[in-house]
């Protein structure tokens, strides 16, 4: 038994913004539709999605503005304790402490983030 075993899809990728209306009227124009919006401590942050693809995008204002500008990509998982116990095991250190939760969605969202060997983000995520 490893990670894979609570791995159950890609849930998002994340996206920093400098301009919230244009991103989001970009994605909208492509068939995405809002389907969250919340504000994380000052950050208006919004989820779209179109068929199996969904998209977190946050207004930072840190957006990078370059090829490779996507902030972290996430994996949806069926158990976060468990999923965090392997990764351990692996050796990856996590980039928070822990696991963290935030009130998103309707019940909240747990997560960890783990770094990649491009120093790309990787984050399992499992909703509440």
Excluded at 97 to 118: A, C, D, H, M, S
């Amino acid at each position: 038994m490893g990670v894979a075993t609570y791995v159950r899809g890609l849930q998002h990728i994340g996206i920093p913004t400098n301009d919230m209306e244009k991103t989001v009227a970009f994605y909208q124009s492509l068939g995405f539709v809002k389907q969250y919006e919340t504000d994380n401590k000052g950050e208006e942050v919004v989820f779209l999605a179109l068929a199996h693809v969904v998209i977190e995008t946050y207004q930072n204002h840190q957006a990078a503005m370059s090829h490779g500008a996507i902030d972290h990509l996430a994996l949806d998982v069926s158990d976060i304790e468990k999923t965090y116990a392997h990764v351990q095991a692996l050796g990856y250190a996590c980039l928070e402490k822990g696991i963290q939760q935030l009130p998103f969605w309707k019940n909240g969202v747990r997560y960890f983030t783990i770094e990649g060997p491009n120093k790309e983000k990787v984050e399992f995520s499992q909703m509440l």
